[in-house]
Antibody, heavy 121, light 107 residues
Framework: QLQLQESGPGLVKPSQTLSLTCTVSGGSISSDTHYWSWIRQPAGKGLEWIGRIFTNGNTNYNPSLESRLTISIDTSKSQFSLRLSSLTAADTAVYFC?????????????WGQGTLVSVSS | DIQMTQSPSSLSASVGDRVTITCRASQRISTYVSWYQQKPGRAPKVLIYSASTLQSGVPSRFSGGLAGTDFTLTISSLQPEDFATYYCQQSYIIPLTFGGGTKVEIK
């Protein structure tokens, strides 16, 4: 079955850039019917969609983060990545990667287990 | 952005109770809503998509509905493993957005 696993630093300093990678296993990252997303959740709070990338490299970003965000994909490694710059304490959260289903009405399944990122000096 | 307003934000219920959670969209979004269950320290898990389609493997006590712009998630008979936080999510337009969550606690 398809599995996703996030990796990256647990602690990043303010103003620096966060880089996270999601590795897809148990299935193909190349798909016409799915896309790959990042979602985050501050401790004790709700879920915020960060952005998504399709296998062809097309992206959509949350406007609230777009100026600081880059999502990329490497199909040869079955990985997709997030880069978020100019970090502040407000970016402290658990970051999840997830597969989305293409089209309106699409849903996220499966999800990675999540990785906690703390922004602190 | 489409706002998804969930209610209640929390509720207390007993095993065997029927529970309904509501999510109101700030504009019409057809049936493009999914529902997720999240337990502490775990990733969310999809229960329902397209407003009322049960994800494979999800127990039939979970159901989804729509009345106007109000989406509902109903648990017909609450089980011990159902105590969790539930989120709705719209996929009608970018940015994709989630409701604020409903925590279902044991009475």
């Amino acid at each position: 079955q398809l599995q996703l696993q996030e990796s990256g630093p647990g602690l990043v300093k303010p103003s620096q850039t966060l880089s996270l990678t999601c590795t897809v296993s148990g299935g193909s990252i190349s798909s016409d019917t799915h896309y790959w997303s990042w979602i985050r959740q501050p401790a004790g709070k709700g879920l915020e969609w960060i952005g998504r990338i399709f296998t062809n490299g097309n992206t959509n970003y949350n406007p609230s983060l777009e100026s600081r965000l880059t999502i990329s994909i490497d199909t040869s490694k079955s990985q997709f990545s997030l880069r978020l710059s100019s970090l502040t304490a407000a970016d402290t959260a658990v970051y999840f990667c997830a597969r989305g289903t293409v089209g309106r009405g699409g849903w996220f399944d499966p999800w990675g287990q999540g990785t906690l990122v703390s922004v602190s000096s | 952005d489409i706002q998804m307003t969930q209610s209640p934000s929390s509720l207390s219920a007993s095993v065997g109770d029927r529970v309904t959670i509501t999510c109101r969209a700030s504009q019409r979004i057809s049936t493009y809503v999914s529902w997720y269950q999240q337990k502490p320290g775990r990733a969310p898990k999809v229960l329902i998509y397209s407003a009322s389609t049960l994800q494979s493997g999800v127990p039939s006590r979970f159901s989804g509905g729509l009345a106007g712009t109000d989406f509902t998630l109903t648990i017909s008979s609450l089980q011990p493993e159902d105590f969790a936080t539930y989120y709705c999510q719209q996929s009608y337009i970018i940015p994709l957005t989630f409701g604020g969550g409903t925590k279902v606690e044991i009475k």
